[in-house]
């Protein structure tokens, strides 16, 4: 299988805490996208980052990626109630022509505690 | 990022029975797809959906299962057949986009419907 190994797989935290997920994927990336999904609903898009960037920010969320060792982190500061999803990251494995399929990860499920 | 609603959003369904999933969005899209979330589980991709033309379905899935129709830029449709309660799973349909810049090159992304959760008993 070529999904994405992501941990932890599951997450506790108070709230006001940062919380970071781990990625790991298996081939060459074009780029990498986190995404959240609230309760068996729909995926928001978070963020992509691009094979080329190493670091990227959107708000409370800092995305880092490793090329070298296939890994991406998540970290979301200052944590809410909110928050409380599961987290996906997606792979774009840069193939030719029309098809931009995605490979998501095992996903992290963050609760955030009052 | 384009507007997408499914139809219907649940559904409980009897063994042998067939469904059918309605993916609309509010702008021409090139880039469709259909995605199986088993519970607890990431999503895996059914199949890439064509406009004019059959779709292009992943190892595993097959079209007699799982048909899908595309008549259009902004409407799809997946059908789940001869269900089983191994099929009970959410199913999202997402679009793809592509932008290029000179800097960047080609960046790809999806943006997802709100799922169809489907029981099967």
């Known amino acids: 299988s070529q999904q994405g190994e992501e941990d932890p797989q599951a997450l506790s935290i108070q709230e006001g805490e940062n919380a970071t997920m781990n990625c790991s994927y298996k081939?060459?990336?074009?780029?990498l996208q986190w995404y959240r999904q609230n309760s068996g609903r729909g995926l928001v898009h978070l963020i992509l980052?691009?094979?080329?960037?190493r670091e990227k920010h959107s708000g409370r969320l800092r995305v880092t990626l490793d090329t070298s060792k296939k890994s991406s982190s998540l970290l979301i500061t200052a944590s809410r109630a909110a928050d409380t999803a599961s987290y996906f990251c997606a792979t774009d494995e840069g193939y030719g022509g029309a098809t931009n399929k995605l490979i998501f990860g095992t996903g992290t499920l963050l609760a955030v505690q009052p | 990022s384009a507007v997408i609603s499914q139809k219907p959003s649940r559904d409980i369904c009897q063994r042998g029975t067939s469904l059918t999933i309605q993916c609309q969005v509010d702008?021409?899209?090139?880039?469709m797809f259909w995605y199986r979330q088993q519970p607890g589980q990431s999503l895996t991709l059914i199949a890439t959906a064509n406009q004019g033309s059959e779709a292009t379905y992943e190892s595993g899935f097959v079209i007699d299962k799982f048909p899908i129709s595309r008549p259009n830029l902004t409407f799809s449709t997946l059908t789940v057949s001869n269900m089983s309660p191994e099929d009970s799973s959410i199913y999202l349909c997402?679009?793809?986009?592509?932008?290029?810049?000179?800097?960047?090159?080609?960046?790809?992304?999806?943006?997802f419907g709100p799922g169809t959760r489907l029981t099967v008993l």
């Open positions: 702008s021409q899209v090139t880039m």
């Open positions: 997402s679009v793809g986009t592509r932008y290029s810049s000179r800097i960047h090159g080609r960046t790809d992304t999806q943006y």
């Open positions: 081939t060459s990336i074009n780029n």
């Open positions: 980052i691009r094979s080329n960037e």
